[in-house]
């Protein structure tokens, strides 16, 4: 029994021990599992938060691609409306500058008509001008004729420079013996010898 016993102790020791070695290789086999499922925690928290960043990140692109999409749209109503404004201007362009033809036409027609008349008018002016000049040179011509003949009546029949003649009596002395007649419609009167004839129309005067 005596011999037994310290087998029996040392057995008990030996399987005590590596009862504590297993519980020990046990316990250093959680701990470590437990720091790996710990680190492999940090990591994943690591990543999650990662993960956060870029989701925000990306809500954060979200949020500015739909500013920009509106923004495009806003700019395509633009685009359509400067459009719009610009077809409707052209179309009033068109129609301004039609409408200043048309009346360029006109200017241009109304400025050849007013020069054409004018040109008429001048014209016309001007052959009044010269019908009226010949009708005071006739005129005058006539009076010359007239004081020629009063002056050869006066000398043929002895007759003083205050001595008045009738038509009759100066008639003699005149082309186709007969008084000429104004041209203008005027009326001559003969005057005295030293008296020059005249006409009732004013600038019908013998100088």
């Not at 599992?33 to 989701?55: C, F, I, N, S, Y």
């Not at 500013?67 to 179309?91: P, S, T, Y």
């Not at 052959?127 to 009708?135: F, M």
């Not at 008045?164 to 003699?172: F, M």
């Amino acid at each position: 029994m005596k011999t037994i016993l310290p087998w029996v102790l040392a057995v008990a020791f030996a399987a005590a021990a590596g009862a504590m070695y297993f519980s020990k290789s046990s316990a250093d086999a959680e701990l470590a599992k437990a720091r790996d499922e710990a680190q492999q925690t940090d990591t994943l928290r690591g990543q999650l938060d990662d993960a956060q960043k870029q989701v925000a990140a990306l809500n954060d692109q979200v949020t500015s691609l739909n500013k920009d999409n509106q923004e495009l749209l806003r700019l395509r109503n633009q685009v359509r409306q400067l459009g719009d404004e610009k077809a409707q201007l052209q179309k009033q362009l068109q129609v301004a500058q039609s409408t200043a033809e048309r009346s360029q036409d006109e200017v241009q027609r109304v400025q050849a008509a007013t020069k054409e008349n004018a040109r008429a008018m001048a014209e016309q002016q001007i052959l009044q001008i010269r019908q009226t000049q010949a009708v005071i040179s006739t005129c005058i011509n006539n009076l010359r004729q007239i004081q020629a003949a009063k002056q050869q009546w006066a000398l043929e029949n002895n007759r003083t420079a205050d001595a008045i003649p009738t038509p009759p009596e100066i008639a003699a002395y005149l082309p186709n013996h007969q008084m000429p007649e104004c041209p203008g419609g005027g009326r001559y009167t003969l005057n005295a010898v030293n008296v020059a004839p005249t006409c009732s129309i004013p600038g019908h005067v013998l100088q």
